[in-house]
């Protein structure tokens, strides 16, 4: 019997670690959480977040161009934005948040 809970206790675990992997990255909450120190205030000519005229020339470029920028880093902005933990899915959620925000 205490076999049994074990392995239904991993069951479930392992059931809720797929289950997490499957979740979206939130773009607001990455933003908020590295994004913002640099892009609200528009420290090191970082366009800030939802100024229409600074993005544009960025959005024009593509998504994929922006990822690569944040990815690889660009000027001031150090690779990953300093977050060497961010996922690929991350940095495309929270690219995705400051587009639209600039549309």
Known sequence: MHFARTG???LAFGIAALGGTAVAAD???VYEK?????????VANAP???????????????????????????????PKAGAANLS???????VDYMVGAAK
């Open 8 to 10: 239904l206790a991993f």
């Open 27 to 29: 773009g607001k909450a």
């Open 34 to 42: 590295t994004c913002v120190a640099c892009h609200a205030t528009g």
């Open 48 to 78: 800030k977040l939802g100024d229409k005229a600074a993005w544009a020339p960025r959005i024009a470029t593509g998504r994929d161009a922006l990822v690569a920028s944040v990815t690889k880093g660009k000027g001031a902005m150090p």
């Open 88 to 94: 690929d899915g991350d940095i495309k959620a929270a």
